[in-house]
């Protein structure tokens, strides 16, 4: 799960974290990334002796006046092969039949079904409020059966809502890690959960395995 170092001044982070909530122990890292909006994905036939060729880009569309933008920062991939993405949203943007729209900066979830060429479902959540500086961003998915984990940070000054569950800060960046549901074509709210102290805290990747959820980011805060 080692993706790189953070910013030196930052201690490493390392979670580990009981879907059931009975255990939530910690230790540290740190990684950043993003990517424009799109899935590519490669041929999935042959022995690769040779470079595969790509099969197909795509992306989620802009709509209305005031089009949107998106960043992807983290994928994963479910038991059926389909592809979940996460990342920042601003303003209006539709994923195959769901439309999007948030004010200040803010984080979407989507599926593309790879059997129906498609997207089937997205979900997004913002900051609370509607100040352009309360701004909430996702860095990390991970998919554990129906279960889609997703991780990041959030201006705790103006707390965030994330699957239906309203997080109040405690000073600086605070971390979350939510929990939503894949019904197949639709997506359901699990909870959120938030940690953190009055410093800059991030969450940035994210496995799991059962209903245990592994994570990593760093911590600046003097919480223990």
Do not use: C
């Not at 950043?32 to 690769?48: D, N, P, Q």
């Not at 479910?78 to 994923?95: E, M, R, Y």
């Not at 997207?119 to 990390?140: E, F, M």
């Not at 894949?182 to 940035?204: F, H, K, P, Q």
């Amino acid at each position: 799960m080692t993706r790189g170092l953070g910013a030196s001044f930052a201690a490493l982070l390392f979670l580990r974290f009981t879907d059931m909530r009975t255990s939530f122990t910690k230790r540290m890292k740190t990684w950043r990334g993003l990517v424009w909006l799109g899935a590519m994905l490669l041929a999935a036939t042959g022995s690769w002796a040779q470079a595969p060729a790509w099969q197909q880009a795509l992306a989620a569309s802009n709509h209305g006046a005031n089009d949107g933008t998106t960043t992807v920062r983290a994928t994963a991939v479910d038991a059926a092969g389909n592809v979940l993405v996460t990342g920042s949203l601003k303003g209006n943007v539709t994923f195959g039949n769901t439309h999007l729209t948030v004010g200040a900066p803010g984080m979407f979830v989507a599926k593309w079904n790879t059997a129906l060429g498609d997207w089937v479902w997205a979900v997004s959540a913002t900051g609370t409020g509607t100040l352009t500086n309360a701004t909430i961003t996702s860095t990390a998915i991970a998919v554990s059966g129906t279960n889609v984990y997703v991780a990041g940070s959030f201006d705790s000054r103006y707390g965030a809502t994330v699957a239906g569950t309203t997080l109040v800060g405690a000073g600086g960046s605070d971390i979350f890690l939510a929990k939503f549901v894949d019904n197949g074509t639709s997506v359901g709210n699990g909870w959120a959960i938030r940690e953190g102290g009055t410093g800059a805290d991030y969450l940035s990747d994210l496995a799991a395995t059962g209903s245990t959820v592994y994570a990593t980011g760093s911590v600046s805060s003097s919480r223990p």
